[in-house]
C-alpha cells in the first residue's frame, strides 16, 4: 500500500549532490528513487543510519538532509506541465526499515521545482564532531 | 522549431545512403586536449570551486561509483570537455555534480535567473532548459552543438 499524503519522506545529501551552494537536480530526478519515511524512523535516528550506510568518508560525508511531505511531492507532479501521479511504495531493507521507492520516473523539469519545495537539515552537533 | 529541438529531434530530411559517395577527405576530428589544457579549460569555465569538485569526482572518489568501478567513464569524460571547450557561462559559474548512475551534471542560471541542466553519461548528454521547457536528450558527438544552443 502506498505511503499516504500526510506522511513526510526525507533524503540524505552528500557532496556530490550539494557544492555549498546548488542542490544537485538529480537529487530528485529519474526513477525508482530511494527515500526514506520519517513515519517509521525519526530524523534523529535517520541521521545515524545515513552516517553509517550512505556517506562514505573522507571523500563523501554526510552535508545534509532533505524533506518533503507526501501530498505536496504529489501536487507538483499533479500540477507539472506534464502531469506525473507520483507515489511512494514502501520497500523496507535490512539496513533501512524505513526505505522507501519512487517507482515513477522524475524529469528534471519536475525536479526543478521540487528542489525549491525541500526542507533543509543540517547535521546535528555529534555527527559534526564524528566526522571532524 | 528551435536549435534544442532540433538537436533532440529527428532530422528535416534523410538522404539514401546509396547516393552518398564516399569522402575524399578523412573526417575531421579535433586534436584532443591534453591534461594542462583540460586543467586550464576547467579552471577558466568553471572556476575554482568547479574545479575543485571535478578533481575529486575524477581521481578521488570511492571506487565503485559508476561504471566498472570507475566514478566517470572516459566516453563521458570526453563529451564533457568537448561541451566545456565551446560553452559560455557569462552570468554565473555552473555547479558540478556526480549523479546516481556515474554521469557528470553541470547546472546553472541564465540572467534571469531560469535553470538550465545537463547531464553527461556514457551514452549522451541529457538536458533541461527552463527558458524554454524543453528536456531532450543527444548524442555525445554533438556535444558542441549543444554546448552553443545552450550558453548564455
Keep these: 500500500m502506498p505511503v499516504p499524503p500526510h506522511e513526510n519522506i526525507v533524503r540524505a545529501v552528500c557532496p556530490d549532490k550539494w557544492d555549498g551552494q546548488r542542490l544537485s537536480p538529480s537529487l530528485f530526478a529519474g526513477e525508482h528513487l530511494s527515500v526514506s519515511r520519517l513515519a517509521v524512523l525519526l530524523l534523529e535516528a535517520h541521521w545515524d543510519l545515513f552516517h553509517r550506510h550512505v556517506a562514505r568518508p573522507p571523500e563523501r560525508r554526510l552535508e545534509m538532509v532533505v524533506e518533503i511531505n507526501v501530498g505536496r511531492l504529489q501536487d507538483l507532479g499533479r500540477t507539472h506541465p506534464q502531469p506525473v501521479k507520483l507515489t511512494v511504495e514502501p520497500k523496507p531493507e535490512p539496513w533501512n526499515p524505513a526505505h522507501a521507492e519512487i517507482p515513477q520516473r522524475i524529469s528534471r523539469g519536475l525536479a526543478n521545482r521540487i528542489l525549491p519545495a525541500l526542507s533543509r537539515h543540517l547535521p546535528p552537533p555529534w555527527l559534526k564532531q564524528a566526522t571532524g | ?152
Design chain 2, 1 to 152: 522549431m528551435n536549435a534544442l529541438a532540433c538537436l533532440a529531434g529527428t532530422p528535416a530530411y534523410h538522404t539514401d545512403p546509396s547516393l552518398l559517395e564516399p569522402a575524399e577527405t578523412p573526417e575531421f576530428r579535433p586534436a584532443p586536449l591534453d591534461e594542462f589544457d583540460r586543467e586550464e579549460l576547467l579552471l577558466r569555465k568553471l572556476g575554482p570551486r568547479g574545479w575543485t569538485r571535478w578533481t575529486l569526482f575524477r581521481h578521488h572518489y570511492p571506487a565503485g561509483w559508476g561504471k566498472g568501478g570507475q566514478a566517470l567513464s572516459p566516453r563521458t569524460v570526453e563529451g564533457f570537455f568537448q561541451f566545456l571547450k565551446v560553452a559560455q557561462f557569462r552570468h554565473s559559474p555552473p555547479s558540478v555534480f556526480l549523479t546516481d548512475r556515474g554521469g557528470i551534471e553541470l547546472c546553472w542560471e541564465d540572467r534571469e535567473g531560469r535553470s538550465i541542466q545537463l547531464e553527461f553519461t556514457e551514452t549522451g548528454i541529457e538536458f533541461y532548459h527552463e527558458p524554454t521547457s524543453e528536456e531532450g536528450f543527444v548524442e555525445l558527438a554533438r556535444a558542441e552543438e549543444l554546448a552553443r544552443s545552450l550558453s548564455t
